[in-house]
């Protein structure tokens, strides 16, 4: 199987070429300067030369306030590009797994969204995802889209890492209470990636759109203090962690208050599902600050 990864300087693209590289698999990795994927002339010519049989996309607009003041950069990585994308991957006979986000639900469900709920994104980083999938679906069948929530790990920008350093400069931390959903550690997602891209070159019937999560439902405050607790006997710095609402922590994008989303799909058709998400955090939290893992 040879793989071509986009996104490959992100922290998700990262964890995955070194996943790739550990199991010896065929993978060639470009980062945004290597490939921007919104042009068709670029992508062709990497497909050409590399002749994948499965593309994964990593690539994508994640700054979700940013983007609502930039939607055309938004839309050109976020929907442009998988379509882009996809209609190479058509033409030369290739798989593609492609990462979505929660976004694309407004967050008022009670309970857990499962690929068939109704999207209603309520911003534009969420629209153009949205979109995105929409394009991808519509340009080739043999695909895999697997919405995710909540990223985090030890590559790259993310809210574990940005709690790490907070609570090495203040004594107390204000963190959103009232928005749930479920914390993603890119070892696992790096996981479901290339079991994906495994299970569409082997011509398995999996084409479709999943859910693939960490295990476990918290909040961000929650996620903050368990966090905080992982890293307390590593760093001596215990901060306060106090819990505050939306409302008080106003942001250009609107976030959904329910981000919960049910893997059961992805489990039963890929054999595959995260670890605890408390547990991969700490893990993650040792990581960073120097320890072995046991």
Not at 27 to 52: E, K, N, T
Not at 121 to 145: F, M, N, Q, S, W
Request: net charge neutral; aromatic share 6%; with cysteine.
């Amino acid at each position: 199987m040879k793989l071509l990864l986009t996104g490959a300087g992100g922290q998700l693209g990262r964890e995955t070429a070194a996943l790739a590289a550990a199991r010896g698999l065929g993978l060639v990795a470009m980062d945004r300067a290597g490939l921007d994927i919104a042009d068709p002339a670029a992508v062709a010519g990497a497909l050409a030369q590399h002749r994948p049989d499965i593309v994964i996309n990593a690539a994508a607009y994640t700054a979700v306030d940013r983007a609502e003041s930039e939607p055309e950069a938004a839309h050109a990585i976020n929907a442009v590009g998988p379509e882009v994308l996809a209609l190479a991957c058509a033409r030369h006979g290739a798989g593609l797994v492609h990462v979505s986000t929660d976004y694309v639900f407004d967050g008022t469900k009670v309970g857990a969204y499962v690929e068939s709920d109704p999207i209603a994104p309520l911003g534009v980083y969420g629209r153009t995802k949205a979109e995105g999938e929409a394009r991808l679906r519509a340009a080739l069948d043999r695909h895999v889209i697997l919405r995710t929530s909540w990223v985090y790990g030890i590559h790259g920008h993310n809210f574990l890492k940005t709690m790490l350093r907070l609570a090495g400069e203040r004594d107390r931390l204000t963190v959103v209470a009232d928005q749930h959903g479920c914390p993603t550690a890119t070892p696992d997602l790096a996981r479901a990636l290339l079991a994906a891209a495994e299970a569409l070159a082997a011509g398995r019937g999996v084409a479709g759109t999943y859910h693939f999560a960490g295990t476990g439902v918290t909040n961000w405050h929650g996620f903050a203090e368990a966090i905080i607790e992982a890293g307390a006997p590593l760093t001596g710095r215990r901060p306060e962690v106090a819990a505050i609402a939306t409302a008080d922590y106003p942001t250009p994008a609107r976030r959904p208050a329910n981000s919960e989303l049910s893997s059961d799909a992805f489990a039963d058709t890929f054999g595959l599902r995260s670890a605890p998400w408390r547990e991969r955090a700490a893990q993650t939290v040792r990581q960073l600050l120097g320890t072995p893992q046991a």
